[in-house]
């Protein structure tokens, strides 16, 4: 796909590492799949992808995690 940040670069596959803070809880997330734009360096997440780790740092937070650091494991 062509990147709507540049308009430049096409996408291609690759892993990325997220970092999201929830309620007092930082969850790092490495091993994401994403495509990412070979010009500019954006990463696009599918949203299934996206719904999954929300909810990984969701229960993180409930659970009074304050860091974690975890691989992504498809669902």
Not at 7 to 24: F, K, M, P, Q
Not at 26 to 33: E, I, L, S, Y
């Amino acid at each position: 796909m062509n990147c709507v940040i540049c308009r430049n670069g096409e996408t291609r596959r690759g892993a990325i590492t997220v970092v999201l803070d929830r309620s007092g809880a930082t969850v790092v997330v490495r091993g994401v799949p994403a495509e990412v734009c070979v010009n500019c360096g954006e990463e696009y997440v599918d949203e299934a992808t996206s719904t999954q780790f929300l909810r990984t740092a969701d229960a993180a937070a409930q659970a009074g995690v304050q860091v974690e650091i975890r691989d992504y494991l498809a669902a």
